[in-house]
Each structure stands twice: as C-alpha cells, then as structure tokens.
C-alpha cells in the first residue's frame, strides 16, 4: 500500500441486482525477452484476438533485480495505428520519440504514446541505473485505435504517479490507482480514443475487492504478483496468470490469507474496454485493418516517413558498453 485507504474515496458496495462476472479462462504467461534483451511475461499469451478486443499485446517487464551494468532496452523502432502504455512499477525507463515526445518514466509514473499515423521511439534504462543496477518492473500494454483514427496525429502524454486516481475497497482492505478510465463514476487522468479501464490494485491479505464494470466492456484480471481468487466462483489465480471474466456487471478479486514474505499483497491490473470489432492486421509494431496498409506502414517506415531519429537520440545500453 502507498496511501491511506481509510481516507479516500470508497468504490460503492454491489446492489442487490448486480451480476458477478465469472471466469471463462484463466491462462498463464510465457516467458521470454524484449529489445536489448530484458525479461518479459507475455501476458496475453494463448487468448484469443476477439476476446481481448481492444488491446493487442501485453507484457509484464521484469520483475528484475539488476546488477550494475545489466540493465538493456530496446533500440529505435516505429510505430503505426495503436497506442503504446508503459507503466512502470519501480525503477527507472527513459523515453523518446520522433515528435520530441519523451521523460523519464518511474515508480508509478505512465507514459501513453499514440502512435497514430506513425513515429519513431526508443525506451531504455537510463545511465544512472545502468550503472547502479536495481529493481525493473512495469508493463506495456497495446490499445487499439479504430479504423477512423488509425491515421491521426500522434501524441505524448506523461502522467505521474501521483496523478492517478486513488480509490479504497469498501471495507479499505485494498488501494486502486485508476490511470484511465471510469471506474465507479470516476475518472482517471489518461486521455483515450478507444474507451477503456486501466486500473492497478493492491489487495491486503484476506481482503476482497468488488468493483462496478461496463457491461459492454470485456474484463480481464491480470496478476502481477500474489496468490487469490477472482469471481464468484473464486477461481485460483497466481502472479503471471490472466483470467478472461465473462459477461456481467461487477468484478471480484480476494486475496488469499497467506502471502510470500517478499510478496505481501495481491497486486493485479483490471483492464476492460469496448471491442471494436474490426478486422486486425498486424506485422510487428504496425497494426491496421488490411495487409495492404501494413504493407505500406512499411513502405512509409523505411521511406522515412515515420519521423526521422533526432539528433540527440538515446540509444540502447548492452552488455559491455
């Protein structure tokens, strides 16, 4: 927990007529890497396109405790027609891109980047943790845009820690950090063309969280770290697990009694949003609705119509520089 739960703002109890979501599936992520070479969980692994309709890909980078010298990145690369959230847990991600978009992104901190048209960005450790190592742990997250909006202009936006929206569980037991969206009648701070829910949740042992959920929003409980059970049929889910929530009004998640020592809370993302329900085609860090505008995606990326590298650019840290 980072704040007082008994003085902020409590999420309204479940009417009498409220439907609980319950579980469809609950997966487990791969492992793997990123970029220069950081750890990854692909979160997203194994579920189908429609249901997880409108993201596209998640991953949960680290968590990772460096040693001086190890931590990496990715290098410059484009994007087109979607948007990229980084959110960063702990430690340290420093951010550029084509359009002088960029900061240093940390401990709670979001950067959300529409891609839109196209743009070029690189994200890599800053020096000061290259050379003091520590701990890496965040998500990316990919949003789409629909067909209308898959050429607009792109867009930086940089949203603290401390902006987001701070809610308590009815009984206090758990802390919600709201960065975009509804949730309950209340809004986070991230701007979005696709609406969506984007909430953290830290949930004390034995607790329970019951949140109001769109019912024209898909739902999906993403465990970052922790032991619980998620609906009302209290499915087990453990860090690395995503559960796919099937139709209804209202999410339950519950910490289990006992938690590791150097685990001490459930901590989950709540991710919802309205499917857009259109045909995806995607190569890579394009993603269109038709194989011909991904090919010119490409086309345009190596004509260097998707921004040009500035000359101040950050670059990659690997082994041995």
Do not use: C
Not at 21 to 42: A, D, I, L
Not at 157 to 178: F, I, K, T, W
Not at 218 to 224: K, P, Q, T
Not at 288 to 295: A, D, F, G, L, S
């Amino acid at each position: 927990m980072t704040a007082d739960t008994l003085t902020l703002p409590r999420i309204s109890s479940a009417p009498i007529d409220a439907t609980e979501r319950r579980v469809r599936t609950v997966t487990t992520g791969p492992r793997g890497y990123e970029g220069e070479g950081f750890p990854v969980v692909r979160a997203f692994a194994g579920v189908h396109a429609r249901d997880l309709d409108p993201f596209i890909h998640m991953d949960q980078m680290g968590e990772v405790e460096y040693e001086p010298g190890e931590p990496r990145g990715t290098d410059w690369h484009p994007h087109r027609g979607f948007e990229t959230v980084t959110y960063m847990i702990d430690g340290l991600f420093a951010h550029q891109d084509s359009t002088g978009g960029g900061g240093l992104i940390q401990n709670g901190a979001t950067q959300w980047m529409t891609a839109g048209s196209g743009i070029l960005h690189i994200e890599t450790p800053p020096a000061e943790l290259v050379e003091s190592g520590g701990t890496f742990h965040g998500i990316q997250l990919w949003v789409n845009l629909p067909s209308t909006d898959k050429f607009i202009a792109p867009r930086y936006q940089n949203l603290e820690g401390e902006q987001s929206l701070l809610l308590s569980s009815e009984d206090g037991g758990a802390l919600v950090r709201v960065v975009a969206g509804d949730l309950d009648g209340r809004t986070g701070p991230g701007a979005t063309h696709t609406p969506i829910v984007f909430a953290h949740a830290t949930i004390s042992p034995g607790a329970q969280l019951s949140v109001p959920w769109r019912e024209d929003f898909n739902a999906l409980v993403y465990v970052l770290s922790g032991r619980g059970a998620v609906g009302v049929e209290k499915r087990p889910v453990e860090g690395g697990q995503l559960a796919l929530l099937g139709a209804g009004d209202r999410i339950t998640v519950a910490a289990d009694e006992n938690q590791d020592s150097n685990r001490p809370s459930l901590e989950v993302l709540l991710l919802g949003g309205q499917p857009i329900r259109e045909p995806v085609a995607q190569y890579g860090p394009f993603v269109m609705n038709t194989k011909e505008q991904v090919v010119q995606a490409m086309e345009d990326f190596q004509a260097g119509r998707l921004g040009v590298v500035p000359a101040d650019a950050l670059r990659p840290h690997r082994m041995g520089r």
